[in-house]
């Protein structure tokens, strides 16, 4: 285990669902981010969180809506989603957000929408 | 051109060979990389830092050639646990952002 923990590992959706994705990490990091991976793509950052508070939003629709209620936990809520957002999503943290601090990645939860 | 760009492969090397990677950047002010190793179906894990003209570990050595803008990765006595995607990583402190390459695929062979 790498100290990041992401549920579920699995998800099905259809466009009209609402769920959500989990990550918590045990290793005192203060910042935390969600990226996607997709086929034939580069690892995409989507949020960005530093002490809790959101420093970065790289333009993700709304239809993703993240919460950091502490620095250990992060969530990604999802509604209305399309078929093109199936992909595997990436919670890691650092030890801030500096930029070039290592990443230590959760195993992911792999998503497909229906 | 790709902010980051690496040859996807494969390459299919056999065991204990000895097989490098490129991977060339777009930004100059770029001042640390990294690469990260992601198994099928895992999570990416950090395999090596760089931040000046390169770093060994191992089997594992890094060189960065800022003149030319590239940054490799040399894998001596390739093992069949080798086998992985390996993605280079970029970041600028002019933009602050971590740049992610596609990754490069290597499949050792017994």
């Known amino acids: 285990e790498t100290g990041v923990t992401q549920t579920p590992r699995h998800l099905v959706m259809g466009m009209t669902n609402k769920k959500s994705l989990k990550c918590e990490q045990h290793?005192?990091?203060?910042?935390m981010y969600w990226y996607k991976q997709s086929a034939k793509k580069p690892l995409e950052l989507m949020f960005v969180?530093?002490?809790?508070?959101?420093?970065e939003n790289n333009s993700v629709p709304s239809r993703f809506s993240p919460e950091c209620p502490n620095s250990s936990h992060l969530f990604l809520h999802l509604h209305t989603l399309q078929p093109e957002d199936s992909a595997l999503y990436l919670c890691?943290?650092?030890?801030?957000?500096?930029?070039?601090?290592?990443?230590?990645f959760g195993a992911g939860s792999r998503l497909t929408v229906l | 051109r790709k902010e980051v760009e690496q040859d996807p492969g494969p390459f299919n090397v056999p065991e204990g060979a000895t097989v490098a990677f490129n991977c060339t950047y777009s930004?100059?002010?770029?001042?640390?990389f990294f690469w990260y190793r992601q198994d099928c179906r895992k999570e990416p894990k950090l395999l090596m830092s760089?931040?000046?003209?390169?770093n060994e570990d191992g089997r594992f050595t890094a060189q960065l050639n800022r003149a030319s803008q590239y940054i490799s990765l040399l894998i001596r006595d390739s093992k069949l646990s080798d086998s992985a995607t390996y993605l280079c990583?970029?970041?600028?402190?002019?933009?602050?952002?971590?740049?992610w390459g596609l990754g490069t695929s290597l499949a050792v062979n017994p």
């Open positions: 969180y530093n002490f809790k508070e959101q420093t």
């Open positions: 890691a943290s650092s030890p801030d957000s500096s930029g070039a601090n290592v990443l230590t």
């Open positions: 760089v931040y000046s003209s390169g």
């Open positions: 930004n100059s002010a770029s001042q640390s």
């Open positions: 290793l005192g990091h203060n910042a």
């Open positions: 990583v970029a970041y600028a402190g002019n933009n602050r952002k971590l740049i």
